[in-house]
């Protein structure tokens, strides 16, 4: 049972434009999220995060949108830029587990076009 | 400030041997977890360790334990290994598992390739 989808494999976004990746997910325990950019050969790396208790939060060119009736999240990405080329993760986690045990979308893989 | 430092980054096993995986966690953290990520799919959790006691585990059978040491550096280790352990294998480090900010500062990884 997969708690956190991502149903986009891929996406590939020319430079400069908006890059949306989507994120939906199932257990309703789940109260913080997270996306984490992971490029080749190297661990992930945590990019922004959302508590439950809002439905956006902003950080530079990143943005991510939480609409939990829908149990869906997005991260938007404006400007795009070549160095963001890489794959991203969505995660939901819960207070009540007292451990950072991060549920993980499989991934999208963005590509951003010169 | 040193980061996550995982070890060995490749290894190849066979299926039945055991393996040991090491991680040294960031400076100033005192919480360890452990991911399996298995080709095309996100990192799973394993366990986590916190002032050297596992204080949450994933769905993982107990051929996978693990150890905290006094300076927060962890091992994983897997017996009996199987061709499904194929897969990266992943550390991360943070301070206090309750503060539920959720942001993990992982490693590189160690390849775990079983034949």
């Known amino acids: 049972d997969q708690q956190v989808k991502q149903n986009s494999p891929s996406l590939s976004v020319q430079e400069g434009r908006i890059s949306i990746l989507n994120c939906d997910y199932t257990?309703?325990?789940?109260?913080?999220f997270l996306w984490y950019k992971k490029y080749p050969a190297e661990g992930p790396t945590f990019l922004i995060s959302i508590s439950s208790i809002k439905d956006k939060n902003e950080d530079g060119r990143f943005t991510v949108f939480l609409n939990k009736s829908a149990k869906h999240l997005s991260l938007h990405i404006v400007p795009s830029q070549p160095g963001d080329s890489a794959v991203y993760f969505c995660a939901g986690t819960y207070s009540g587990a007292g451990s950072y045990q991060l549920t993980f979308g499989k991934g999208t893989k963005l590509s951003v076009i010169p | 400030e040193t980061g996550v430092t995982q070890s060995p980054t490749h290894l190849i096993k066979t299926r039945g041997q055991q393996v040991t995986l090491r991680c040294s966690s960031q400076s100033g953290h005192n919480t360890v977890s452990w991911y399996q990520q298995a080709l095309g799919q996100g990192p799973q959790f394993i366990f986590q360790y916190y002032r050297e006691e596992e204080n949450g585990r994933g769905n993982f059978p107990p051929r996978f334990s693990g150890l905290q040491f006094p300076n927060y550096s962890s091992e994983l280790n897997v017996n009996a290994l199987e061709l499904d352990d194929s897969a990266l294998y992943l550390c991360?480090?943070?301070?206090?598992?309750?503060?539920?900010?959720?942001?993990?500062?992982f490693g590189e990884g160690s390849r775990l390739t079983v034949l």
């Open positions: 991360a480090s943070s301070y206090d598992q309750g503060a539920n900010t959720g942001e993990l500062f």
């Open positions: 257990n309703s325990m789940f109260d913080y």
